[in-house]
C-alpha cells in the first residue's frame, strides 16, 4: 500500500478553519455583548455638570431631561442586549456542530491511520512469509 494520506486528512484542515471561523464570530458576539453592557453601566454612573453654570431651574430642567433620555437609552441598551445574547444562544449551536464535525473528522483520520498502518503490517508479514 502507498504512503498517501486519505482523504479524510485533506478535509480535517479544513473543518479546523471552519470552527476558527465560528470561534472568531462568537468572540464578536461576545465582544458586542460587553460593549453594549459597559455603555449600560455607564449609563449608571451619575453626570457631571457645572453645578454654577445653571440656574437651579435649569439644572432642575437639564436633569429631568437627561433622566428621560438615560432611561430611554437603558430601554435600547437592554433591548440590544437581549438580541446579541440570543445571537449568542443560536451561535453556540453553529459552534457546537463545528466542534462536533471537527472532532468527527479527527476521529475518522485516526481509524484510518491506524487501518493503514494494519494494512502495511500485514502485508509486510504475507511478503516475509514469501
Known sequence: MSRRSHPVDGVL???????????????Q???RIAQLTQQLKDLDRPHHVDQ??????RRAGADMRWNTWAEARRGLLRQEIAKAMAQRADHAQ???RALAK???ARSLSKKMRV????????????????
Open 13 to 27: 484542515p479544513l473543518f479546523e478553519m471552519a470552527l476558527q471561523i465560528e470561534q472568531a464570530k462568537m468572540a
Open 52 to 57: 454654577n453654570a445653571l440656574s437651579p431651574a
Open 102 to 104: 471537527k472532532e468527527a
Open 94 to 96: 453553529v459552534l457546537t
Open 115 to 130: 487501518q493503514r498502518q494494519k494494512t502495511i503490517a500485514r502485508r509486510a508479514s504475507l511478503h516475509d512469509e514469501l
Open 29 to 31: 458576539i461576545n465582544a
